[in-house]
């Protein structure tokens, strides 16, 4: 080998090294941001895995449980323990005693004052025997009465309580079946948020996938005008085309690259807003798998999608809440009537009480306490506060009694414009399958005139506009298609939407009004707005 190659061996291998590792971190780089494929169920389900709606609605699940356990806990038992400890640091019976002398130096007298006390048997004996204690105590006899707690230094007390209700005039019953109510509404309210969030997933997946296709028919466009401009070129070379053509077909391919780029902006758009509704980081690469054309409806645990949708008013979501809160409005009224009557209940506690002359007591050493009683409570006079409560729940009756009423007619109204929707989406997509099919052919023809002379290139523009007109409303009838179906699918446990001369829907506030009418001892407000919903489609 001569020096100059033995100098420039290092050099061409480092350079081998680095034109290898290009190919090599490229690949790398290109399998790095390699889309991950998404379903429109794989959607769906993560969406509902990261919704912050979906949580709330499993949060008023819960506290709807919680409040029917409040409630039925008030026919059960309450028994409470309690512990108390009480350190004497000056007492007025301090030196009080009973039973010896109080000379400290001789012997102690034995007690004269304890077995009278201890003897009696009548309440009067007893008074009598205590009196000649006290006398006891002016004459220096002393026998302690720490024993009973008369100033005692230690004093320990453990006690229970029991309690339970006997009557309450329906006033139990009432607060229970409200409770009961509010568990259904919570139940509803929760599939309906699901269905809710299947849909909008299935307006945003299905608008990403109509955004993507009207790029795919950008771009064909956009390569349709380049190989005329192409062929006006040969055509101007050889003397067949004028200038003017020439002009007319680079502005006309021109004109296609803006409406390329808010495609692809458009598309890019959707997307994102796909990835913000799942929560998906903004920079992932996803691919759509499910198609727009004959789109299957997706399948979701717990949620009415059988082909033959049930467009009952009765069986509809917000229906069954609506009725569910007016069976808790008329459990609160049925309490609030019975705080006039009185309620019974039967009491027991019991004391054990201990005071030791040490810091901690024997648990032999103990005197007790133990009572037995029943209870009546009833207002014999509130100020109209009672009067008041009953005239508030009569009216959430009420209202609640004609939120149903409207619902139901909302449902019934939801239900036909749900019904001419997925009509008019099929009628579309069908019409447009034919005018596509024609506009394509009618496009190939004129391609074949415009290569033989015999057609025009205005002619030739306007057939490759209609034909991409076509292919849109096709893509666009698809997409309206696929979302009819599915809200067809889910119309049972999807919240009302208001129909409107336009076609345009807002959504009724029956789901928050009849959560909030099912909670116990809440008032539910006139109108409303449920958590997550969108427009008619």
Known sequence: MSPLSARRAPALLLAALLLGAVPAAAQQAAGAAAPHPLSLEDAIRTAEQQSATIGIARAGMTRARGQY??????????IGASLGYT???RSQFSGFSLGGTSDTTGPKTESVCAPHIAGTSTPAERAAAL?????CQSAGVGSSFQSVGFGAVNQYVFGLQVSQNLFTWGRLTGQRAAAVAGQRVADIEFDAQRAQLALDVTQAYYDAVLARQLVVIADSTLAQTDELLRQTRVARQVGNASEFDLLKAQVTRDNQRPLVLQAETNRDVAMLNLKRLLQLPLDDSIALTTPIEQAPVPTLTGIATAPAPDTSAAD???VR????ALRAQEGLLQAAKATRFPSLALTSGYQRLFFPQTAFPSWSNYRENWTVGVSAQVS????????????VAQANVEQARAQLQQTKQYAALDARVAMRQLAQAEAAWQASAGTSEQAQKAYDIDQVR?????STQTDLAQSRLLLQQAEANRAQ?????AVARVRVALLRDLPLQQATGSGAGATTGTSSNAAAAAAPGTTPGATGTSGQTGGMI
Do not use: H, M
């Not at 356990?69 to 309450?78: E, K, M, V």
């Not at 809440?321 to 569910?324: L, N, S, T």
């Not at 009838?477 to 298609?481: K, M």
């Open 87 to 89: 350190r004497t640091l």
């Open 380 to 391: 014999l006079f509130s100020g109209g506060n009672t009067q008041g409560a009953e005239l």
């Open 316 to 318: 509809r979501a917000a």
């Open 131 to 135: 009196a000649q204690a006290v006398t």
């Open 321 to 324: 809440q609506a009725a569910q």
């Open 477 to 481: 009838a698809a997409r309206d298609l």
């Open 69 to 78: 356990d409040q409630a039925r806990s008030q026919f059960l038992p309450q």
């Open 450 to 454: 415009y290569r033989e002379g015999i």
